[in-house]
C-alpha cells in the first residue's frame, strides 16, 4: 500500500514539474518556491521508498507513454543521489523561515540530514543539522506531553513539516476519534544524529 501511494505522490509531482512553467501569472519566486516544495515532497516520496525497498523505479520526470514507465530498478545509491539533487534544489528556493504548513529550507534541510545518516556521512549530516540549529528558526518545544496532543501540534516550533489529518471512521475504544499525525521533529532528527 505504502509503495502504490509513494509514487501515486511522485507521479503527481513529475505532472506538477513537467507542466507548471505553462502558467505565466506567477512571479518567478513563487514559481521557484512551488517547484521547491514539489521536489521536497518527490524527494521525501523517494527516501520512504528507498528506505523501506532498496533499489527502487526511478521516474526523474513524468514518462510520456505506458512503454516509457516500464523500466528496470534504479540502484539504491542512485535514487539517493536523485534525492540530494530535489533536497539541494529544495534548500536553496524554500523561505529561510519557521514551518508554518508548507516546507521550508529548514524541512529539506532535516530531511536532508536523515539521508546523509543513512548513508553514514556523518561528518556533512552534523554541519546540516548545525544550520538548523543556528538558524533560529526551530527550537525544543517545552511540554513534552502536550506535543503529542492536539494543543501541542499547533504553533510547536519543533514541528519542521507535518502531514495532519482526522480519520473520522477510526475510534479509541473509549469512542473519541483518534487523530493522526506525521511530524519530523527537530528532536527525532537530532536524536537520529
Not at 35 to 49: D, T
Not at 104 to 120: F, H, N, Q, W, Y
Request: proline letters at 3%; a negative charge.
Amino acid at each position: 500500500r505504502a509503495y502504490n501511494s509513494y509514487y501515486r505522490g511522485i507521479a503527481q509531482c513529475n505532472n506538477f514539474l513537467a507542466n507548471v512553467d505553462k502558467v505565466t501569472t506567477v512571479s518567478d519566486e513563487k514559481m521557484n518556491v512551488a517547484k521547491g516544495e514539489v521536489r521536497f515532497l518527490r524527494a521525501l516520496f523517494y527516501f520512504e521508498l528507498a528506505n523501506m525497498f532498496g533499489d527502487v523505479i526511478l521516474y526523474k520526470e513524468q514518462p510520456a507513454t505506458v512503454a516509457e514507465s516500464q523500466i528496470a530498478k534504479s540502484p539504491r545509491a542512485e535514487v539517493l543521489s536523485f534525492i540530494h539533487e530535489d533536497l539541494d534544489f529544495a534548500i536553496s528556493v524554500l523561505p529561510d523561515e519557521a514551518y508554518t504548513g508548507h516546507a521550508v529550507k529548514g524541512s529539506a534541510m532535516g530531511i536532508k540530514a536523515r539521508v546523509l545518516m543513512t548513508e553514514e556521512k556523518w561528518t556533512e549530516a552534523v554541519s546540516v543539522l548545525e544550520q538548523i540549529m543556528n538558524s533560529g528558526n526551530f527550537s525544543i518545544y517545552g511540554d513534552y506531553r502536550s506535543m503529542f496532543l492536539n494543543e501541542g501540534q499547533q504553533n510547536n516550533p519543533e514541528i519542521m513539516f507535518s502531514c495532519q489529518y482526522l480519520s473520522p471512521e477510526a475510534h479509541s475504544v473509549y469512542g473519541m476519534n483518534i487523530e493522526y499525525t506525521k511530524h519530523i521533529f527537530l528532536t527525532k532528527t537530532l536524536k537520529d544524529a
